[in-house]
């Protein structure tokens, strides 16, 4: 088992690192805009930087970052938020820049191993962690393990057809989980009925310009009251329980995890999840089970990325 590990959260806006040990505790950390837009070679020498800026020796290093990749090969075969990253070898990469061990895995199964080494699934040994953001993503931990599945591919919740007919994914596909109720999801609903004529308090906190719509914004409007703004939290709740309801009945966990940026709007999201769950599952499935938000916050990558390294190294 290693000591200390340098982990790295690779997003599409920020590149985040720090120097963790294996109690979880984030001895030193940085961060860099990502600036994606200019493609791997520049966000790959970032990701060097932030990697120097942090180690203190021959720490592993262990990145958390967005698929579809293969965490064996250490390969990022694409990631809809970084331009021009097909099949690009970074642990590799890394490796020679560094000459340590490198390692690299799906950001969201990364946060559900987080959560179960060190936030809210501490001994419990069958979980789901979902992360609602820009996209939804996911990661299951099943008999204490990590499911990864045959390419390394496995827990793409996101990606649950729910309406087959349903609005398009950034992905390809029609009604996915992600098209439904992530937070590009719940933007998008609301510009379509403020473009259907809708009166909402939205209209003011974007000073009519519906370019600034966010699921934050409304989520603000939510809270003050605004009748349509909940209908559309109480609309992705309800695609969210629905997903999870299927994920019950497939995988009998004892705790479910949301977390990501729209998971922050608490009870407007959580009040229609749990319910849709009550009414959509078996009540055998139901029992000691718990839906909660995430214990790690931001830093659910980064302590992921520790947590896989600290396990398999």
């Not at 922050?264 to 938000?293: C, H, N, W």
């Amino acid at each position: 088992m290693k000591d200390n590990v340098v982990a790295v959260d690779l997003g599409g806006t920020h590149i985040r690192s720090a120097l963790i040990n294996e109690k979880g505790e984030i001895l030193a950390r940085t961060e860099r805009e990502t600036l994606a837009q200019e493609g791997p070679e520049p966000v790959i020498g970032r990701i060097e930087a932030c990697i120097r800026d942090v180690a203190r020796g021959t720490e592993p290093i262990s990145i958390a970052a967005p698929g579809p990749l293969n965490p064996w090969k250490g390969i990022i075969h694409q990631a809809p938020n970084l331009p021009g990253w097909r099949d690009v070898p970074l642990a590799d990469i890394l490796h020679r820049a560094f000459k340590v061990p490198v390692y690299l895995n799906n950001d969201a199964n990364l946060a559900a191993l987080g959560e179960h080494r060190f936030g809210a699934g501490q001994g419990i040994n069958d979980l789901i962690y979902l992360t609602i953001s820009t996209g939804i993503g996911g990661g299951i931990i099943s008999q204490g393990e990590l499911l990864l599945g045959t390419k390394g591919l496995a827990a793409e919740i996101g990606h649950m057809i729910l309406e087959p007919e349903g609005p398009p994914c950034g992905c390809g596909g029609r009604g996915h989980l992600e098209s439904l109720a992530s937070g590009t999801a719940i933007a998008r609903r609301a510009v379509e009925e403020m473009e259907k004529g809708a009166e909402t308090s939205i209209t003011r906190l974007v000073e009519g310009e519906l370019s600034k719509v966010t699921a934050k914004v409304v989520a603000q409007a939510a809270q003050e009251g605004d009748p349509l703004a909940n209908s559309i939290f109480k609309e992705a709740g309800f695609y969210i329980g629905l997903g999870i309801a299927n994920l019950l009945h497939i995988l009998n966990p004892q705790l479910v995890i949301l977390g990501g940026g729209v998971s922050k709007a608490g009870d407007l999201l959580f009040d229609p999840v749990r319910a849709t769950v009550k009414a959509r599952t078996m009540l055998s499935y139901q029992e000691g089970l718990q839906i909660v938000p995430t214990a790690l916050g931001g830093d659910v990558g980064l302590l992921g990325a520790a947590a896989f390294v600290l396990k398999t190294g």
